[in-house]
Nanobody, 123 residues
Framework: QVQLVESGGGLVQAGGSLRLSCAASGRTFSTYVMGWFRQAPGKEREYVAAITRSGGSTYYADSVKGRVTISRDNAKNTAFLQMNSLKPEDTAVYYC????????????????WGQGTQVTVSS
């Protein structure tokens, strides 16, 4: 089992940047695919990005491709989401999640979730 804690959210102006962190407990962090999702009020949870266990491959939703970078540091049990050129439509609660096996861009596949961190982008 793994526990996930996100941090780094906040209020930023359009065009700004934020770096989200996801700290994981336990010694099995490197055995999980890690994903980032977001959920705006009244909307379904939306896939943002995912990274393989070794960090060798990364995947992005079309809506954020070119503006977002997912990474991980297995030695520090932490995943990151660097977000640049933020837009008001990026406003949401951002969640990190850990996947044992399944479809990486489907939130229903993920096994463990953090509590979320709010990102608000003002215009």
């Amino acid at each position: 089992q793994v526990q996930l804690v996100e941090s780094g959210g906040g209020l930023v102006q359009a065009g700004g940047s934020l770096r989200l962190s996801c700290a994981a407990s336990g010694r099995t962090f490197s055995t999980y695919v890690m994903g980032w999702f977001r959920q705006a009020p009244g909307k379904e949870r939306e896939y943002v990005a995912a990274i393989t266990r070794s960090g060798g491959s990364t995947y992005y939703a079309d809506s954020v491709k070119g503006r977002v970078t997912i990474s991980r540091d297995n030695a520090k049990n932490t995943a990151f989401l660097q977000m640049n050129s933020l837009k008001p439509e990026d406003t949401a609660v951002y969640y990190c999640a850990a996947l044992i096996s399944g479809i990486y861009n489907n939130y229903r596949s993920y096994d463990y979730w953090g509590q979320g961190t709010q990102v608000t982008v003002s215009s």
